[in-house]
């Protein structure tokens, strides 16, 4: 289960974009996330449960430029 994210992280979701991709960053965290698209910059937004069940892994940068995967 997805429950650790924050704004800018990168979201793996289980199911492809219509564009074909399926790797979007987070633009708004609150009750509302929004995500866009990282390949046609589409912004989609879900209610936090949706999103937490839709969510495959979630990869972060910290403040050097170094991703963590989660």
């Known amino acids: 289960?997805?429950?650790d994210?924050?704004?800018?992280?990168?979201v793996v979701m289980k199911k492809q974009h219509a564009c074909g991709t399926?790797?979007?960053?987070?633009?708004r965290v609150g009750a509302d996330?929004?995500?866009k698209?990282?390949?046609c910059d589409r912004i989609i937004m879900l209610d936090r449960q949706d999103f937490i069940k839709k969510a495959k892994k979630i990869i972060k940068e910290n403040?050097?430029?170094d991703i963590k995967n989660d």
């Open 63 to 65: 403040n050097n430029g």
């Open 37 to 39: 698209c990282l390949n």
């Open 1 to 3: 289960m997805i429950d």
């Open 5 to 10: 994210f924050e704004l800018n992280d990168k």
């Open 22 to 27: 399926n790797e979007f960053v987070i633009t």
């Open 33 to 35: 996330i929004k995500i």
